[in-house]
């Protein structure tokens, strides 16, 4: 912080003061024990006539120098403190130098006193520049003029060495009160600096003291105030799961064991956050009692390990040196959360197939407690970290692991409460260990620590209320431990291959895949990934209708997973809802350039998720109508042209045969019957002219079949297609479509057809052709080519047309079943199919009121079955 130039000024003055008030005081007292002192040294060296002037200037210079030492402790001198100690400086020089001009002049050994005067400011003294200046060339002044005006030069040599040495050292002691004088001030000024500073981060540390004791008190408020509502919401559920409100369907039973679970996390993540406020305002008691550590820690780990096992880690209890009970006095209830937190921990971070250890070795004054997984441990440098507040080793924003960070900070409290100690250690590679150590006997528990025993009627501090009864039951103890060894994300239900869509949810946090698979579970078959990497895997494998995914996620976050999404031609068109906790405006840019279609915000209303999903399936599959539309309008206007096209050059063809064979005949006339075959046997028939019949008809029969074909195009090719309804045969539809399909294919395939009653039928010709064909064409593709056999059937049934395609090809996948409808899906091989023709047939079919629907069973074939009024209702 810069310190304004006036108060800086003001400062360096009054340091200036002081500094020579002490100087002067410490000048005097040198003055008055030496200018006494070399009295002596008078009787010794000069003449016996200089005696009475040499004492006199003595004793003046003392008396004024005991004037001067008495000025210090005026107020006075604080306004005249420079004057006062140049005038000190200057008077004691200048007593020498009178000296000097009664012993020799300017070449008296006298003037060596001068040469102390002039150090002894130097050193004493801090003034400015001109006060330096005018000081010390005073001095030499009244040196040169004191002994000139007496005409006391004595030998000119030593006169001139004598001045020559004295200007020298005033200079020198001027030069260096110069510098001593701006060293000063700077080091005042930064000395200024640093306490200005030091002030501030004073003031700075108690306003964060204060703040921290204000955020503790806040936080211990609002939790107590937190379980209040927590109990009205825990009590009615728990009544709910017991039946005593009537009966709950399956679906209603896991909707409230989900709230309870979630309830129970907030409330154990409220006692911890209250037991550490409580730490930090030292309000935290213990209830001590004397507890046998190895036969309660053996329990804990039997009462774990089948939830480790859940996982595929092996948990293991073992014990060295123990001969007997392992007393420890200790709050159970207290290092209970801590070996819990610590089991908690080892098994979140233990892959499938690890191992999990507990061990107890009782020493001669202590207990240890180890607790060592083999899962990816820490960085080494961070053994000490892990045990801050809300700190954790994965803090970015795709960390492969939850929670609040408190865990291991309470931890290490609780264990300090109870005088001992909690290490860390790892290699970063090869797990992590964690050592806990307790002091046996109850001396070194701090009374402080201790709680009392409540007065009579009183309630303790954790007594046994609705929190404390609930939080002791094994669901709620154990209910951390649970969630890091459960691999099952969401139930499967029974019936969702009947679900019309595919949703893949890709959620790293349990609770929110259970709640998304809750709210579209009945329109969603939900398959669950817990990470990017597994989720992209199962996007291509699967090809859902819709993708939920989180933002922040282990490995390939939500972002990096849509880009990929998008670049795969493969799921390139699949619709994409992004949850997210991060709802800043760089994040949802960020989401639209990677192509999401829907940002959610953490947490999320369920009907919003619900009515996205429609909107984005619904939105799909009028892409898919579209398509139909622009594939009809193109496959009509390629029919019309290439039926113009062949119909011109086929009727030149078809008439120019009529004309050949009309003169064949004319000629094979003239020449005879022997030359036209007629009443002869084989040999006969077999004359030119015969053959050049039969060859005619063949060309004939040749001619009329393309010529059947163009019809087939015209009339499906007609001009102006507009989506008009009208009726339709649809048993000719049938026909002209296997007349059309199977030759087309070039498949050794036996259609039958089996037609009965009036298949009139009021819709979109054009589009129902497209239904007929896309049914007629799968299942000839599905029959097996060389012997295969696809049968169709139409009749009526009271009001409705009903169609059925059925071959005997291998069948549909069951795990293909619910999918078959979806756009963009198929299970033919790359390139031969562009997964539509099944979505567009059941839109078509759906907008004349109708249904279609499939039956299939592997290695027995599948068929499909239209059901569609004969009159669709409506305008």
């Excluded at 003055?13 to 410490?26: D, I, M, P, S, T």
């Excluded at 892990?386 to 409290?413: C, K, N, P, S, W």
């Excluded at 029959?783 to 059925?804: E, F, K, Q, Y």
Aim: glycine residues 10%; contains cysteine; neutral net charge.
């Amino acid at each position: 912080m810069e310190i304004p130039g006036p108060e800086l000024e003001e400062g360096w003055r009054r340091w200036l003061v002081e500094r020579n008030r002490r100087g002067l005081r410490a000048g005097s007292g040198m003055v008055l024990a030496l200018y006494p002192a070399f009295g002596l040294l008078d009787l010794l060296s000069a003449p016996g006539h200089t005696l009475a002037w040499l004492w006199a200037t003595r004793g003046a210079v003392v008396i004024a120098t005991l004037a001067l030492l008495r000025f210090t402790w005026m107020p006075a001198f604080d306004r005249w403190s420079t004057a006062a100690t140049a005038g000190f400086a200057w008077l004691t020089a200048a007593g020498i130098a009178a000296m000097t001009a009664a012993t020799g002049g300017m070449a008296s050994p006298y003037y060596a006193g001068i040469s102390l005067a002039l150090t002894g400011a130097g050193l004493l003294f801090v003034w400015p520049v001109p006060i330096v200046i005018a000081t010390h060339g005073a001095t030499v002044a009244t040196y040169v003029l004191a002994n000139l005006a007496r005409g006391a030069v004595g030998a000119p040599v030593v006169a001139a060495s004598n001045l020559a040495f004295l200007a020298a050292m005033a200079v020198v002691a001027g030069v260096g009160q110069a510098f001593l004088f701006r060293t000063q001030r700077e080091q005042h000024a930064q000395r200024v600096r640093l306490e200005q500073a030091t002030a501030g981060l004073a003031r700075a540390n108690a306003a964060l003291q204060e703040l921290d004791q204000f955020k503790t008190r806040f936080f211990a408020n609002m939790t107590h105030e937190l379980r209040t509502p927590l109990a009205m919401v825990l009590t009615p559920l728990e009544l709910l799961l017991q039946g005593e409100m009537g009966p709950l369907t399956d679906a209603q039973h896991g909707s409230f064991q989900l709230m309870s679970r979630s309830a129970l996390k907030l409330l154990r993540l409220i006692d911890d956050l209250l037991d550490l406020s409580r730490v930090e305002e030292s309000y935290l008691r213990l209830r001590v009692a004397e507890h046998d550590l190895d036969l309660f820690l053996r329990a804990l780990v039997d009462e774990t390990g089948p939830l480790a096992e859940r996982k595929g880690i092996r948990l293991e209890y073992r014990s060295r040196d123990v001969a007997g009970p392992v007393a420890v006095w200790c709050d159970l209830e207290r290092l209970e959360r801590v070996f819990l937190n610590l089991l908690s921990n080892a098994i979140k971070f233990t892959q499938p197939g690890g191992h999990v250890a507990v061990e107890v070795i009782d020493r001669l004054a202590e207990v240890e407690v180890r607790v060592v997984d083999d899962g990816p441990g820490f960085p080494p440098d961070q053994a000490r970290r892990i045990f801050e507040r809300f700190y954790q080793v994965d803090m970015a924003g795709t960390r492969r692991h939850g929670g609040a960070g408190i865990g291991l900070a309470l931890a290490r409290e609780m264990v300090l409460l109870h005088g001992g100690t909690i290490a860390a250690e790892s290699d970063g590679a090869s797990g992590a260990a964690f050592t806990v150590r307790l002091r046996k006997g109850r001396g070194h528990l701090r009374p402080d620590a201790l709680a009392t025993p409540p007065a009579s009627g009183g309630a303790p501090e954790h007594g046994a209320d609705w929190a404390v009864r609930i939080a002791g039951r094994r669901d709620a103890r154990l209910q951390e431990i649970e969630e890091a060894a459960e691999r099952r994300v969401v139930e499967r239900d029974q019936d969702e291959e009947a679900r019309p869509h595919t949703a893949v949810v890709i959620e790293d946090s349990p609770a929110i895949t259970r709640l998304v698979h809750l709210t579209l579970r009945r329109e969603f078959k939900i398959l669950a990934a817990a990470d990017g990497a597994a989720g992209l895997e199962m996007v291509i494998r699967e090809r859902p209708d819709l993708v939920v995914t989180d933002l922040m996620m282990p490995g390939l976050d939500g972002l990096e997973l849509t880009r990929r999404l998008r670049a795969d031609p493969r799921t390139h068109q699949i619709p994409i809802v992004m949850l997210t906790a991060r709802g800043a405006l760089d994040d949802r840019l960020q989401g639209l350039e990677s192509g999401v279609d829907v940002f959610l915000a953490k947490p999320f209303a369920p009907r919003e998720l619900l009515i996205s999903a429609r909107r984005l399936v619904r939105a799909g599959e009028e892409s898919a109508e579209l398509v139909l539309t622009q594939r009809m309008e193109s496959l009509e206007v390629v029919a019309a042209g290439l039926a113009h096209e062949i119909n011109n050059p086929l009727n030149y063809a078809k008439n120019a045969l009529t004309g050949v064979d009309r003169d064949l005949r004319r000629l094979l006339a003239l020449a005879g019957p022997a030359a036209g075959g007629e009443g002869g046997g084989a040999a006969e028939r077999a004359t030119p002219g015969a053959r050049a019949l039969e060859l005619l008809d063949v060309a004939r029969a040749g001619l009329e079949r393309i010529a059947g074909t163009v019809a087939l195009m015209s009339r499906y090719g007609r001009a102006g297609y507009r989506r008009e309804r009208g009726a339709l045969d649809a048993w000719e539809a049938v026909r002209t479509a296997v007349a059309l399909v199977l030759p087309a294919t070039g498949r050794d395939v036996r259609v039958e057809v089996d037609l009965s009653g009036d298949g009139t039928l009021e819709c979109v010709p054009e589009e129902f052709q497209q239904v007929v064909t896309n049914l007629l064409q799968n299942a000839i593709e599905a029959a097996p080519d060389g012997g295969g056999h696809v049968r169709i059937t139409g009749r009526r049934d009271g009001a409705d047309l009903v169609l059925g395609v059925k071959d005997d090809g291998a069948g549909i996948p069951p795990e293909a079943m619910a999918r078959i409808f979806t756009p963009f899906f198929t299970t033919k091989g790359p390139g031969r199919g562009t997964g539509l023709g099944l979505t567009i047939s059941r839109r078509v079919v759906e907008s004349l009121g109708g249904t279609l629907r499939v039956a299939s069973r592997p290695g027995a074939g599948a068929e499909f079955v239209v059901r569609v009024p004969h009159r669709r209702p409506g305008p």
